[in-house]
């Protein structure tokens, strides 16, 4: 049974930072690519970050520059490191997995958390 969880969010100033974490189990993570989206009040779903089972990276241009998404395949772990946050971030950020593909479609990661909530005040 695969699961994900995310954990790390929390309050933080305007131009603080955070770190989310995101633990999958029940799969081979090592070959898995990881995504982190997000959903803000009153808005869609989007694309934050990913990076695949080779750590290649892919960032949506609205983190560019504040966030980075790393791995750590010996704990099953994905990261996601925010820096200068901005109100704007505020938003619930999900994890997801996928073993076929990487990058910023939704449909293609088939396995979800059930998702960590940032707020950032101004």
């Known amino acids: 049974q695969v699961q994900v969880a995310e954990s790390g969010g929390g309050l933080v100033q305007s131009g603080g930072s955070l770190r989310l974490s995101c633990a999958a189990s029940?799969?081979?993570?090592?070959?898995?690519?990881m995504g982190w989206f997000r959903q803000a009040p009153g808005k869609e779903r989007e694309f934050v970050a990913a990076i695949s089972s080779s750590s290649v990276t892919d960032y949506a241009d609205s983190v560019k520059g504040r966030f980075t998404i790393s791995r750590d395949n010996a704990k099953n772990v994905v990261y996601l490191q925010m820096n200068s946050l901005k109100p704007e971030d505020t938003a619930v950020y999900y994890c997801?997995?996928?073993?076929?593909?990487?990058?910023?479609?939704?449909?293609?990661?088939?396995?979800w958390g059930q998702g960590t909530r940032v707020t950032v005040s101004s």
């Open positions: 029940g799969v081979t993570f090592s070959l898995y690519s």
């Open positions: 997801a997995a996928a073993r076929w593909a990487f990058g910023l479609r939704e449909n293609d990661y088939p396995y």
